[in-house]
């Protein structure tokens, strides 16, 4: 049988490696995770396992393939030992030319990981060749064979339920409390400034885009789950959970009777109906994220194109009130095109609607989104290079747009803002101040508050992924 390792740098259980994992374990084959930010004793760790294969997860822009070639290069490959490098997720989905070219890598994995990996591990099992693997691009000496892509997996009950074990030895001795879960994958809406719509593009023609595990998979799972790990809290992290009224239907019939746990899940503003709210209540949600973006319409619209209206967002925080469901709202600041009063309206209309909690990042440009095309088109924002990004979104942008600075502050303070009306003359004036570590510790302290408040992370946890992760941030 074959065996794999993965690495990653971020202090997170990854939905995408425990699929993979399962996938993989369900035919016999070896898999294991390193979770480590530092490169040495990830290195050492791998010398010690030898696997067949080192595999690592890599976003765009967030310092994921830099940390993956650091590890690689570390291994220093050897006639005596030399394992196969995948690289998957959505930087060698969006930029497979760039991964594949360095000679470190071996082989790019597109799109979903779990059979064209099932297949590599296959044929490396049988010492077959795996060169023309659908969905992998390979390294054959000085030459790169580019395969077709891989369709979408069909049927998503077809996967077995994630492998939680994974991460046994970080996370599930002393869970957080709370589990993250997939109910499906996909989004139907095309938001120019979300990875969503470009890779929905991209797997035009491969298969139906937005797919749903059928309701009984998914109580099959959080039941598994329930009885593991007893969490108090489900996050299902789809892109739009509330996507398909009937299956919705279903779900928080099924849900309320069998799970019974509360939960949390994404929406957006024109979904929520009456109907929709009833359901979700009735089966215990706690909360609700729904992007609102930006408080000017022109900018949420025309720009982004989030198509949803004020009114949208005021009829659906009406009615999430109206059935006891909290909701947090997802803003960014800092779009190019953006003033301080927009930014401001987006404070304004965040109180208007009673906005329960506000989740608020940095916009930034990340390369191949539609709306950084846009930008780059408009002369908005000029051409960036990857490794011009910080590792986060929470901290400062390279957008040398005229009112930046005010932006990056009024980001740090916007909890305070919103919370405290009173505030806003002081802090129109501190905005205009230099950045600094006071905005910069009310801004972590805000966020603590709201993963402890509504994504109901434990304060232990908080502080322990807070710090391994904030190395990202002060980097
Ligand atoms: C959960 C989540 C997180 C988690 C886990 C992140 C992660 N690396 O998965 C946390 C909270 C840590 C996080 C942080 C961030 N996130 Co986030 N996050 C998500 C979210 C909501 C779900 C991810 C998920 O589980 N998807 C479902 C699984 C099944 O898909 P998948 O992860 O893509 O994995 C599949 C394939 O990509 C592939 N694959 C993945 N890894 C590997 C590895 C190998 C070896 C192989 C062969 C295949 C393979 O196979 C998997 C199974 O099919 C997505 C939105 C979304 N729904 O995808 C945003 C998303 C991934 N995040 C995003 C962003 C911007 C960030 C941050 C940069 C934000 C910040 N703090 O500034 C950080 C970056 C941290 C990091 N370096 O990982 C963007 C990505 C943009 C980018 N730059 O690449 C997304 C797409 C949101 C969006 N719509 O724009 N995030
Ligand atoms: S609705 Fe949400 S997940 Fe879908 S494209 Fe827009 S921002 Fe992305």
Redesign the pocket.
């Known amino acids: 049988m074959a065996s794999l390792v ?1 690495c990653q ?2 202090h ?1 259980p ?4 425990m ?2 994992s399962a996938a993989l374990k369900a035919e016999g084959h070896r898999v294991e995770l390193i979770m480590n930010r530092r490169v040495d004793p990830v290195v050492e760790e791998l010398k010690r396992l030898e696997p067949d294969i080192v ?10 393939m830099a940390w993956a070639l650091e590890v690689i290069a570390g291994l220093e490959k050897s006639p005596d030992y030399s394992p196969l490098v ?6 060698p ?1 969006v930029f497979p030319e760039e991964v594949i070219t360095s000679e470190l890598v071996d082989i790019a ?1 597109l ?4 059979l ?2 099932r297949e590599l591990c296959r044929c490396i099992d049988q010492g077959k060749d795996f060169k023309g693997i659908k969905g992998l691009w390979v390294r054959d000496g000085n030459e790169i064979v580019k395969n077709p892509p891989a369709d979408l997996i069909a049927d998503l009950d077809s996967l077995p339920f994630v492998d939680r074990d994974l991460y046994q030895k970080y996370f599930y001795r002393n869970h957080h409390g709370s589990i ?1 879960i ?1 109910a499906g ?1 996909g989004c139907p809406f095309r938001c120019r400034f ?3 719509s470009l890779v929905a593009g991209m797997y035009k023609g491969q298969g139906k885009f937005v797919r749903k595990h059928s309701v009984d998979y998914v109580i099959d799972e959080l039941l598994r789950i329930k009885e593991r790990y007893s969490p108090h809290l489900f996050r299902f ?3 739009l959970f509330v996507v398909n009224r009937a299956w919705l239907k279903e779900f928080c019939a099924k849900y309320r009777e069998r799970v019974g746990i509360p939960f949390i899940c994404t929406a957006r503003a024109d979904l929520i109906d009456e109907e929709n709210a009833r359901l979700l209540a009735a089966a215990g949600v706690i909360g609700v994220c729904v992007g609102l973006e930006s408080g000017n319409e022109r900018i949420r619209n025309d720009l982004l194109k989030k198509r949803i209206s004020d009114d949208d967002l005021k009829k659906t925080a009406e009615i999430l009130h109206t059935h006891g469901i909290k909701f947090v709202t997802m803003n960014m600041l800092g779009i190019p095109g953006e003033s301080v009063e927009d930014a401001f309206a987006t404070i304004r209309l965040n109180r208007e609607i009673e906005s329960d909690y506000v989740w608020h ?1 940095v916009f930034l440009p ?1 390369p191949g989104l539609p709306i950084t095309e846009v930008l780059e088109g408009k002369g908005l924002i000029p051409s960036f290079d990857h490794e011009n990004f910080d ?4 901290k400062d942008s390279p957008v040398g747009t005229p009112e930046i600075n005010e932006l990056i502050n009024l980001h740090k303070l916007f909890f305070l803002a919103f919370k405290f009306p009173r505030l806003e003359f002081l802090i129109r004036k501190l905005i205009k101040l230099p950045s600094n570590i006071i905005f910069e510790l009310i801004f972590m302290l805000s966020y603590a508050w709201l993963e402890i408040r509504f994504f109901k992370v434990k304060l232990r946890s908080i502080a322990r992924l807070g710090f391994m992760n904030l190395r ?1 941030y002060y980097r």
């Open positions: 993965f740098r971020v997170y990854l939905l995408g490696l699929s993979i595999g690592f997860s890599t976003l765009i822009a967030s310092g994921d995948v690289i998957g997720g959505l930087y989905t994995c799109g979903e990981g779990e064209p990996m993250d997939l994958r979300c990875y969503n992290m789809d892109e990042s990340y590792t986060t979104y929470f990202d």
